[in-house]
T-cell receptor, first 115, second 114 residues
């Protein structure tokens, strides 16, 4: 498959364990954040998002936590499965009230799930 | 509902040539954004179109241009290709491209410049 990134931070977990992927965002004015998952040979796939007026949001098996004080996002994946193996990106939107087209992406973390 | 489609999936060009990539958004989506993805720089925003107008532009040279048609389909063009333009070019669409509108990505076009 195609490489989506070299020298990415890698998180290796055992199947069934919980995973936590961290992301530091750049701009304190950012007001909307998204996590994407990218598998080899595919485009980024939306996982979950959160607005800056929240500090936690839960989806199916995933939870996003936002700490605006230290400009930190985390993605928690419960009961990690082999199909979760991918590169995970956080993205921030600087202009929530206006055009959202410009997302700023983090460098990504490669999650590897061992069966 | 069909997802975002991009054509072609793979392209090989030589330095100095130009290239046009195409993106068809999800039906009903009016905002289309383009991103360049490379191992060294990651995902970087190129530009965003809404109702045939460019609303936002990233920090790329003028060799990179785009347009959007009345049916929301979009094309991007790169002229005078350089080796460093080799990348995965991703297109994303959203309904209005505002607020908490989710951006959905296509599979990308892998461009190789020789």
């Amino acid at each position: 498959g195609e490489s989506v990134g070299l020298h990415l931070p890698t998180l290796s977990v055992q199947e069934g364990d919980n995973s936590i992927i961290n992301c530091a965002y750049s701009n304190s004015a950012s007001d909307y954040f998204i996590w994407y998952k990218q598998e080899s040979g595919k485009g980024p796939q939306f996982i979950i998002d959160i607005r800056s007026n929240m500090d936690k949001r839960q989806g199916q098996r995933v939870t996003v936590l936002l700490n605006k004080t230290v400009k930190h996002l985390s993605l928690q994946i419960a009961a990690t499965q082999p199909g979760d193996s991918a590169v995970y990106f956080c993205a921030e939107n600087l202009n929530y009230g206006g055009s959202q087209g410009n997302l700023i992406f983090g460098k990504g973390t490669k999650l590897s799930v061992k069966p | 509902k069909a997802g975002v489609t991009q054509t072609p999936r793979y392209l090989i060009k030589t330095r100095g040539q130009q290239v046009t990539l195409s993106c068809s958004p999800i039906s009903g989506h009016r905002s289309v954004s383009w991103y360049q993805q490379t191992p060294g720089q990651g995902l970087q925003f190129l530009f965003e179109y809404f109702s045939e107008t460019q609303r936002n532009k990233g920090n790329f040279p003028g060799r990179f241009s785009g347009r959007q048609f009345s049916n929301s389909r979009s094309e991007m063009n790169v002229s005078t290709l350089e080796l460093g333009d080799s990348a995965l070019y991703l297109c994303a669409s959203s309904f209005l491209g505002q607020g908490a509108d989710t951006q959905y990505f296509g599979p990308g076009t892998r461009l190789t410049v020789l």
